[in-house]
T-cell receptor, first 111, second 115 residues
Framework: GQQLNQSPQSMFIQEGEDVSMNCTSS?????WLWYKQDPGEGPVLLIALYKAGELTSNGRLTAQFGITRKDSFLNISASIPSDVGIYFCAGRTYNNNDMRFGAGTRLTVKP | DTGVSQNPRHKITKRGQNVTFRCDPISEHNRLYWYRQTLGQGPEFLTYFQNEAQLEKSRLLSDRFSAERPKGSFSTLEIQRTEQGDSAMYLC?????????????FGPGTRLTVT
């Protein structure tokens, strides 16, 4: 099962608003990844984080690797209709080579 | 570089039949991963290969499931005696290690429906 708690489960926002979602774990992670998935497609990598406290941007997206190494945040600024989709966090612990995924945050943007 | 490709995109089969899926990773990537995703959930790890060696298998990978990567390039995932609970999206991802990152790039998935 899932080892990551991702919240919120879903969000309904107005176009132009900022969005924030997060992921927490009971384990310390060495890597955090954020993905976006459209219906019927595979997840697309948005941002990768490797160091505690790291803040990385990709266009309107900004993600942070929490200082405790047990959480991560994704922010989307000035949302647009094409931001609609499901956002997943994924993390890797030090002694694992596979990634564990959260259950996703479903984002709906109203024009 | 055309990304990760998977075939078929959709498969409908009757319970008890065997099915096989194929994944072609990004050409320079030595690691290949298989995941299963059910509705409303994130991908769940099944197994991964480094080159042709299968290095880790999840407990989700029952003995009806087998994966191969004979030449360290493409991989196949076979499910024998399919059950309705096997209905899911099967995702393949690839990455480059060591020396690279742990960033995994996914294919479009194969959606399996067992009737």
């Amino acid at each position: 099962g899932q080892q990551l708690n991702q919240s919120p489960q879903s969000m309904f926002i107005q176009e132009g608003e900022d969005v924030s979602m997060n992921c927490t774990s009971s384990s310390i992670f060495n890597t955090w990844l954020w993905y976006k998935q459209d219906p019927g497609e595979g997840p697309v990598l948005l941002i990768a984080l490797y160091k505690a406290g790291e803040l990385t941007s990709n266009g309107r997206l900004t993600a942070q690797f929490g200082i405790t190494r047990k959480d991560s945040f994704l922010n989307i600024s000035a949302s647009i209709p094409s931001d609609v989709g499901i956002y997943f966090c994924a993390g890797r612990t030090y002694n694992n080579n596979d990634m564990r995924f959260g259950a996703g945050t479903r984002l709906t943007v109203k024009p | 570089d055309t990304g990760v490709s998977q075939n078929p995109r959709h498969k409908i089969t009757k319970r008890g039949q065997n099915v096989t899926f194929r994944c072609d990773p990004i050409s320079e990537h030595n690691r290949l991963y298989w995941y299963r995703q059910t509705l409303g959930q994130g991908p769940e790890f099944l197994t991964y290969f480094q080159n042709e060696a299968q290095l880790e298998k999840s407990r989700l990978l029952s003995d009806r499931f087998s994966a191969e990567r004979p030449k360290g390039s493409f991989s196949t995932l076979e499910i024998q005696r399919t059950e309705q609970g096997d209905s899911a999206m099967y995702l393949c991802a690839s990455s480059r290690q060591p020396g690279g990152s742990y960033e995994q790039y996914f294919g479009p998935g194969t959606r399996l429906t067992v009737t």
